[in-house]
């Protein structure tokens, strides 16, 4: 499965983003999809969740309430929408995939990952 995120950008605080994330998998229904990020100096986390048929979604308790996390089945994407975006959010964006829901918090159960998107907020 390769991923490739993109729709990252700079953008002032209190501002809308939204992130990109296309597999090519013809399976990507299949998998749990996930939204990571590493802000500079600081170690990847995790963002947000989703099952295989969007009915169940996750969130850091940090971005609950400004973000939302969906997919389109039939494009094989899933998308990160970010809201009233603050400094703290600056970070690099990765999306990952993992055959399970179980365990999503977890970086190392993801078997793929996309090559990132930087989002910069300013002040």
């Known amino acids: 499965v390769q991923l490739q995120a993109s729709g990252g950008g700079l953008v002032q605080a209190g501002g809308s983003l939204r992130l990109s994330c296309a597999a090519s998998?013809?399976?990507?229904?299949?998998?749990?999809m996930g939204w990571f990020r590493q802000a500079p100096g600081k170690e990847r986390e995790f963002v947000a969740a989703i099952s295989w048929g969007g009915s169940s979604t996750y969130y850091a308790d940090s971005v609950k309430g400004r973000f939302t996390i969906s997919r389109d089945n039939a494009k094989n994407t899933v998308y990160l929408q970010m809201n009233g975006l603050k400094p703290e959010d600056t970070a690099v964006y990765y999306c990952a995939a993992r055959r399970t829901m179980n365990g999503y918090l977890e970086q190392k159960g993801y078997d793929y990952w996309g090559q990132g998107t930087l989002v910069t907020v300013s002040s």
């Open positions: 998998a013809r399976t990507f229904s299949s998998y749990t």
